[in-house]
């Protein structure tokens, strides 16, 4: 591999562990292919993971996110987006070996999963390397998804227009988009990820096991459990007439005023400060990490009301993250008169109150932007 090659792991490394971790990744992007998987279908939530909610032949019941939502049979093939992890290289050419990279950590999670959902692994006896892919899985299920994808599109349209507010009238901030590359949602999956990786990886892993088949999935199956994601403070509720205020008194008294701006995420959020996080692993069968210094039992068995109680708030938590879809399997009893409340905005940005942060109180148009044959080699590069 060529130096600046688009996925070139990062030089160096802050322990022994990921220096080694980082010499792997050398070698195996400089054994792999770039050609693979490019052109075909890339699971956002990975097949393994959705037959565990298929009938057999592979089929899920599902509803849209959107319209009617009314339930339909889809096999898992189904589920899947031509290219949604295919980049342009830093050499103009198509590079499917983030794919390559996904499926090699799926690989490790599937083998851990079919392990403690079976008598043979408690959850807390893992060795220290299940953990980590364990952890690492999770870490990328997070923000390798097409929520993330339209997240850092608005963040980026609102960012590049706040940059150029000073040539935009108020009509063009209306209805000029600034669209980033696709690529820029692969930049940012192997910093994000490690960073939430290293942050949930001491958290005490335990399972909860229902007495029925009650669990749903989606696109976004990963739940954070945290009620105060969103840390707004004074400056956020300042309107945009005192910002106006305030710039002209800084201008009077010769003075730089710098406003402070806010963004955040609708979702829940904030691995670091969850109470817990989440993932269904079967319609019976849900993961959970608890806080750090907890010491859960490794199994929670829970049956009757109980059960479909803790089923309701998991499967809702679910239903209103969920960008494009939810699933369950054909024969789940409730599935088709679960209610699915209507879209609401992505991100959240307090500013006070300008054009462009008026036009995400509502929800986004839906559809992020595809990757063409036209778009332009970045100078910037994906990092693993």
């Keep these: 591999m060529t130096p600046g090659t688009a996925l070139e792991p990062r030089p160096g490394g802050r322990s022994l562990r990921a220096a080694a971790a980082e010499r792997q990744a050398e070698i195996w992007f400089s054994q792999s292919d770039r050609r693979g998987g490019v052109g075909s279908k890339h699971h956002t939530v990975p097949a393994f993971y959705l037959r565990r909610f298929a009938d057999g032949p592979g089929r899920l019941m599902v509803r849209k996110r959107s319209g009617s939502s009314q339930p339909y049979l889809s096999s898992v093939h189904d589920l899947a987006i031509k290219d949604f992890y295919t980049i342009v290289n830093a050499d103009g050419l198509l590079d499917g070996r983030m794919e390559q990279l996904l499926s090699r950590v799926e690989g490790d999670a599937a083998e851990i999963f079919k392990l403690l959902t079976s008598p043979y692994l408690r959850a807390d006896r893992m060795s220290p390397e299940q953990r980590v892919a ?11 998804g097409p929520r993330h994808r339209r997240e850092i599109e608005l963040e980026s349209d609102y960012m590049a227009k706040l940059q150029a507010g000073h040539m935009l009238t108020d009509d063009d901030l209306r209805n000029i988009t600034a669209v980033p590359h696709p690529n820029q949602h692969m930049i940012l999956l192997g910093p994000l990820s490690e960073v939430i990786c290293a942050s949930i990886l001491s958290r005490p892993v335990f399972l909860v096991r229902l007495d029925e088949p009650l669990f749903v999935t989606c696109d976004e199956p990963v739940v954070v459990d945290n009620d105060e994601h969103v840390q707004h403070v004074p400056e956020c509720s300042v309107s945009r007439a005192e910002l106006r205020k305030r710039r002209e008194r800084a201008a009077r008294e ?22 817990s996080i989440v993932m269904p692993l079967s319609p019976r069968i849900l993961l959970a990490l608890g806080r750090v210094g907890e010491r859960p039992p ?16 998991v499967n809702a938590a679910l239903v209103a993250q969920a960008y494009e879809w939810v699933a369950a399997h054909p024969t789940h009893k409730t599935f088709g008169d679960m209610t699915f409340p209507p879209h609401g905005p992505l991100i959240g940005i307090c500013d006070g109150g300008s054009p462009m942060s008026r036009r995400l109180k509502v929800a986004p148009p839906h559809k992020w932007q595809r990757l063409g044959k036209d778009w332009p080699v970045q100078t910037q590069t994906p990092t693993i």
């Design 254 to 275: 010769g003075t730089t005023y710098q406003q402070f701006i806010h963004i955040y995420w609708t979702r829940p959020s904030g691995v670091d400060m969850a109470d």
């Design 134 to 144: 364990l952890c690492q899985f999770i870490a990328f299920q997070v923000v390798r």
């Design 298 to 313: 490794p199994q929670v068995l829970l049956a009757g009301h109980e059960a479909r109680q803790f089923a309701r708030d």
